[in-house]
């Protein structure tokens, strides 16, 4: 399928650079997955228009401050390094910028500590940390900063640390955010269970591929990358009993597509488009996401090209919020 059918205009003035000050306050645009008019709600009448007996499935991966900073250890020259993923050990697969190559080798000093450089892999790097385990999370958690998208025009700040984390962040790992998670609070949370409906957490570790635009002309020529995932038995068993599951995010609905609901550890590449026949989800709670991306090509996966491109081209007109701290849609 041509990439080009993904694309639409979006002014640069909607897509949101800082959080709302309240999580839930956002515009909820619903849409009939199967036809009928949009709606205009908000995020906190989510309770109302769900019904007692449905399940929605979030992912509770944690954000790590995964963009570290530092000097070349000898010439004092400045490096940037993203972690992207552990590949066992002290290493971690990195993403790195510097004024000249990052050779093997290369020593980077870091707030006192000192990482090197094991293999530059022509723009990926395997990096070796001097730490492991929790004094590894509490060196990034000093020394690092939160990885935000790029299209956040500015650099990360302290309020980042916690609107760039779901209220129900967990499982340590990941290098983006699981956005539509961003709109819940602790009240939503109690609010839907009062009203019957139940919430269970899946994991996928978020990597830097979910958000990047599709480069290949053609759907077909894309390739994802493996993000790892994890589905605990109380959610498997849920989704047994559960009247409706609603995925909150791409990333739940992928891990559950992937996963079969099966519970367990996996890994997945799946990379879902139109013609996509889905197997347990009936609803989905998403951001709106960037034109040629993997994540609208799911969302148009989901409830239909056509019906979701014309869902965008009303919510720019009605001046909605785009991408991560953006607003939201519920499919249904």
Known sequence: ???????????????????????????????????????????????????????????????????????????????ELLLVEPLGGADWLALGQASKPLREGTEVEVLGA????????????????????????????????????????????????????????????????????????????????????????????????????????????????RERYFVPERTARALQEAKRVIAVGTTALRTLEASHGEPGSGSTDLFITPGYEFRIAGGLFTNFHLPRSTLLMLVAAFAGLDRVLAAYREAVERRYRFFSYGDAMLIL
């Open 114 to 225: 000192r990482l090197q450089i094991v293999q530059n892999r022509g723009g990926e790097l395997v990096v070796r940390l001097p730490l492991q385990g929790d004094a590894l999370w509490e060196f990034l958690d000093r020394a690092g900063e939160m990885p935000l998208p790029p299209y956040l025009e500015r650099p990360a700040g302290q309020l980042d640390r916690e609107r760039y984390q779901t209220v129900f962040a967990r499982e340590r790992g990941a290098v983006a955010a699981p956005t539509a998670g961003l709109h819940f609070t602790q009240s939503l949370l109690e609010n839907l269970k009062r009203a019957d409906i139940r919430v269970e957490p899946i994991t996928l570790h978020v990597g830097l591929g979910t958000f990047l635009p599709v480069r290949a002309a053609r759907t077909e020529e894309h390739r994802m990358h």
């Open 1 to 79: 399928m041509d990439v080009a059918a993904f694309d639409y205009p979006l002014p640069a003035e909607l897509i949101a650079q800082e959080p709302l000050p309240e999580r839930d306050a956002s515009q909820l645009l619903l849409l009939p997955r199967r036809g009928g008019p949009l709606q205009h709600r908000t995020v906190r009448e989510l309770p109302e228009l769900l019904k007692a007996g449905d399940l929605l499935v979030i992912n509770d991966v944690r954000v790590i401050p995964a963009r570290l900073r530092g000097r070349k250890a000898g010439t004092g020259g400045k490096v």
